[in-house]
């Protein structure tokens, strides 16, 4: 018996996988775990990077598939988080390497120290940090209590 599947590792398409890479690798650490190109087709089918322990994968985007990048697309398809020990170095970090910030870093009502930054590719991510451990009630109370003073969506 593998212990180790089921497995999920999420693909991000890119236009660029060079620029994606080297962005990954500087903003937040990452490590080129393998990459493969297919020389009839002139791309990158697969180059798998590790943040801490967590793995993803990346391909060119390839339209006869529809493999197909946010710049494609015209925006993000999915909103990936990554937790961190320092949500504010991390974005600054992946500002440098030019992410792009949508929703400022700050303190939410939740306990998570987190914005919202759209990476070169054009991916979005949540940046976030804990900052209070609190029980699922507290949660749900606060989100009731947020509803109440501002009439916005707690999202």
């Keep these: 018996m593998n212990d180790s599947l089921p497995r999920l590792t999420p693909r991000l398409f890119v ?19 393998e990459r493969f190109e297919d020389p009839a087709i002139g791309k990158v089918v697969h180059a798998a990077l ?12 390839h339209e006869e598939y529809r493999s197909l990048s946010p710049e494609t697309i ?45 990476d070169p590719a054009g991916h979005l991510w ?9 029980s699922d009630e507290e949660i749900r109370r606060r989100i009731a209590s947020f509803h109440d003073q501002s009439g916005k969506t707690a999202t």
């Design 15 to 33: 236009r660029d996988p060079a620029r994606a890479i080297a962005f990954y690798r500087d903003a937040l650490g990452a490590e080129v775990v």
């Design 50 to 61: 590790r943040v801490g322990p967590v793995l993803f994968s990346l391909a060119q985007e």
């Design 74 to 118: 015209g925006d993000s398809p999915v909103l990936l988080q990554i937790e961190v020990e320092d949500a504010d170095a991390t974005g600054d970090a992946m500002v440098r390497h030019g992410a792009e910030v949508v929703i400022p870093i700050d303190d939410r009502f939740y306990g998570k120290r987190e914005g919202r930054l759209r």
């Design 126 to 134: 949540i940046v976030s940090q804990t900052i209070e451990k609190l």
